[in-house]
């Protein structure tokens, strides 16, 4: 079975190693794409040796593309689709499935960030190619997607290479000085007249981050310090900075989402809302652990806990976590979710009974009843216990408003909201596919 393959771009030169400020930015690039990859059941092949060692006639840019399916052709491999992508980006851990939105075309990016030049670039090759080029569908070529049919098309672009080099390098150098082997691909994609697809959204090519301010997040709301690079992109090119700050800028970003694509780290293990209805989103449990894992509050109460997937995560912020279930199935699921953990009391209880005590706790998950009266009982007895108790409810969202009505009700002012937002969908148990009308969560009294 023919399989889809990334071509990653990874040529590590030491004579420009200081220049780059060393290559550890490309050791973090990989490890992403290896994580996708193996995600969806994807080759990845990584292009780290040049071909031809004469990196000035044959450079790395140009190598990729004219030497891609003779790479893939000697290695054995039997190839459907092929992203071609340089290791100056990362892929997102939770990137859908690309592959599956190219409708089998030549897939790309416009170049829309620096459009002078490429509009002299454009023009400095007009007379080589003798083609008047559509500028409004020129391409980015650090990012693109192509599969077999195209293989003609790319042995005939490295022929024309072979045949001109001295040319091609007299005007990337000397002439034209604007990019490699880019505007040529797109005026001989264009001249055979391939097919293009370049309706994917920008979030699958964030360039130039930096100059867009998506390193920042929306101070004024104060409630999500998500980077909206990482918000709304999936695949992040780390270009316009200065090269040899590229290592400590992707770093930085290693540190702060690298937890992602380690699959023994505990978010990776538990099961999110995109999985199975009845646990909260991987949102939701982020923003749990960014709430409260520094806050130092001492205990938590968890009536709910269904099969344990959001109790593993209140593990990690709190010194106690009473946890109470009334599914003797479930039960299970929990002492399996949180064996790796020795701060998690689970008891089999029916909350609602008479005998049922509230331990001393500054902070109540509440996701036992998800009826309005229910609830509104929830809130007057844990306040009652202590009114200062922090509250964090899920299903506030939803479409039947229980939760929402009942924390209107009790005139319980929300502190923050958190989870997925309005829009955000998945399946019910029965399959019907349902969506958030408002946020997933909120935290009250905090």
């Known amino acids: 079975m023919k399989k889809n393959v990334v071509f990653w771009v ?26 996708w990859c193996k995600k969806h059941d994807v080759i990845f092949f990584p292009f780290e040796k040049p071909i031809d060692d004469d990196l000035t006639d044959y450079r790395i840019n140009w190598q990729k593309s004219i030497y891609c399916f003779d790479l893939l052709d000697e290695a054995g491999i039997d190839y459907d689709q092929i992203f071609l992508a340089d290791a100056t980006c990362m892929i997102k851990w939770d990137t859908p499935n690309v592959f599956e939105l190219t409708n089998h075309k030549f897939t790309a990016w416009r170049e829309t960030d620096n459009l002078n030049w490429v509009y002299d670039s454009i023009k400095g090759y007009e007379d080589f190619f003798s ?15 192509f599969n077999k049919t195209h293989r003609d098309i790319f042995l005939e672009f490295k022929d024309l290479y072979l045949n001109n080099v001295d040319k091609f390098v007299e005007l990337q150098d000397k002439i034209v000085r604007k990019g490699t082997e880019q505007t040529p691909l797109n005026y001989w994609v264009q ?24 390193f920042h997040y929306n101070w004024q709301l104060n409630e999500d310090v998500t980077p909206f690079f990482v918000k709304y992109g999936y695949i992040w090119v780390f270009n316009g900075i200065p090269k040899d700050q590229r290592t400590e800028v992707m770093s930085q970003v290693w540190g702060l ?73 479930n039960i299970t699921y929990i002492k399996e979710r ?96 349902v969506s958030l009308e408002g946020r997933e969560g909120v935290i009250c009294n905090l």
């Open 10 to 35: 990874g040529v590590k030169n030491e004579k420009y190693s200081e220049k780059y400020g060393g290559w550890d930015w490309m050791d973090i690039s990989r490890k992403t794409w290896e994580y």
């Open 131 to 145: 083609y008047k080029l559509n500028k409004y569908d020129y391409f980015s070529s650090g990012v693109i997607i």
């Open 191 to 214: 001249k055979n007249n391939v097919e293009l697809n370049l309706d994917l959204p920008f979030s699958f090519k964030l360039t130039h981050i930096h100059r867009k301010d998506m």
């Open 257 to 329: 989402v690298g937890y992602n694509y380690d699959d023994e780290h505990f978010l990776n293990k538990v099961i999110h809302k995109d999985k199975w209805c009845k646990t909260t989103s991987r949102k939701f449990k982020e923003d749990v652990l960014r709430i409260f894992k520094d806050r130092k509050m001492d205990n938590c109460i968890e009536i709910g806990s269904c099969r344990g997937d959001t109790t593993r995560v209140l593990a990690e912020c709190f010194n106690k976590v009473y946890s109470f279930e009334q599914s003797s199935d």
């Open 338 to 433: 949180c064996s790796d953990v020795d701060n998690v009391e689970i008891s089999q209880s029916d909350v609602y009974d008479s005998n049922f005590e509230i331990p001393d706790v500054s902070v109540a998950f509440v996701d036992a009843g998800h009826s309005t009266e229910l609830v509104k009982k929830d809130i007057t007895r844990f306040l009652n216990k202590n009114p200062n108790m922090v509250l964090v409810f899920d299903d506030y969202g939803q479409k039947d408003k229980s939760i929402r009505n009942a924390i209107q009700e009790s005139e319980l002012g929300i502190s923050r909201y958190i989870g997925e937002y309005n829009g955000f969908s998945f399946k019910r148990l029965n399959g019907e596919q």
